[in-house]
């Protein structure tokens, strides 16, 4: 499980064992089903990370429901949208070797994640990376309607592995990943996807 669930995970079953010795047995037991569901939410399983030098894998489990060509700042680049339900794992993983570039923080709103205009509009934390030969790729962690809670583990010059966790958004989300048009992506609109495990695509 994540370390981020533990805290969460331990006082709903606390709150549940008293309310079970206090003889509310119907409350005690949704308290128990909900210390149940926060165990499911924040699982962290290990992945089997590809040894291909060039693939690219997924940055988040769900269910890809953007890809092809988005504008970012003055240029475009190739955008794979990932939207996560509450029923996918939610550690966030590193797509590519490369090393932090920058960090940005946004507040913003908090609409479904499904949506398209949640990459542009909700609250959000991107991080840049460069690749060991100079190309850029960007991650974008996006909150949706129930998530309240964008975990980032990462700091400005680290040096990151494909696989490597990142993160984790906490309740129904987005991650979005931006790449170099030279990357080439699968056909994967509408797929489920693993994170560290998926290729997504590969460097050209």
Same mark, same amino acid.
């Given at each position: !499980?994540?370390?981020?669930?533990?805290?969460? $995970?331990?006082?709903?079953?606390?709150?549940? #064992?008293?309310?079970?010795?206090?003889?509310?047995?119907?409350?005690a037991?949704?308290? *128990?089903?909900?210390? @149940?569901?926060?165990?499911? #939410? #924040?699982?962290?399983?290990?992945?089997?990370?590809?040894?291909?030098?060039?693939?690219? =894998?997924?940055?988040?489990? *769900?269910? +890809? +429901?953007?890809?092809?060509?988005?504008?970012?700042g003055?240029d475009? !680049?190739?955008? =794979?949208?990932?939207? !996560?339900?509450?029923?996918?794992?939610? $550690?966030?993983? $590193?797509?590519?070797?490369?090393?932090?570039?920058?960090?940005?923080y /946004?507040?913003?709103?908090?609409?479904?994640?499904?949506? /398209?205009?949640?990459?542009?509009?909700?609250?959000?934390?991107?991080i840049?990376f460069?690749?060991?030969?100079?190309?850029t790729?960007?991650? +974008?962690?996006? @909150?949706?309607?129930? @998530?309240?809670?964008?975990?980032?583990?990462?700091?400005?010059?680290?040096? $990151?592995?494909k696989g490597e966790?990142l993160?984790?958004?906490c309740?129904?989300?987005? +991650?979005?990943?931006?790449?170099?048009?030279? @990357?080439?992506?699968?056909?994967?609109?509408?797929?489920? =996807?693993?994170?560290?495990?998926?290729?997504?695509?590969?460097?050209?």
């Amino acid at each position: !499980m994540h370390k981020s669930g533990w805290p969460l $995970v331990i006082s709903a079953g606390i709150v549940s #064992f008293f309310l079970f010795l206090w003889r509310w047995y119907i409350v005690a037991i949704g308290g *128990g089903i909900l210390t @149940a569901f926060l165990a499911y #939410f #924040f699982r962290d399983p290990e992945r089997n990370i590809t040894e291909n030098e060039k693939a690219i =894998v997924s940055p988040a489990d *769900g269910q +890809v +429901v953007f890809l092809g060509l988005s504008p970012l700042g003055k240029d475009k !680049m190739k955008k =794979v949208s990932i939207f !996560m339900s509450l029923f996918d794992v939610h $550690v966030n993983r $590193v797509p590519f070797d490369g090393e932090v570039k920058k960090i940005e923080y /946004k507040k913003g709103k908090f609409l479904p994640a499904y949506k /398209k205009e949640a990459s542009n509009c909700n609250e959000s934390n991107t991080i840049f990376f460069s690749t060991p030969t100079g190309e850029t790729f960007i991650i +974008v962690q996006i @909150a949706g309607i129930l @998530a309240r809670r964008i975990l980032c583990s990462l700091k400005l010059g680290q040096s $990151v592995k494909k696989g490597e966790r990142l993160g984790i958004i906490c309740f129904g989300s987005k +991650v979005d990943l931006y790449l170099p048009k030279n @990357a080439v992506l699968k056909p994967l609109l509408g797929k489920k =996807v693993k994170a560290g495990e998926t290729i997504l695509g590969y460097w050209s």
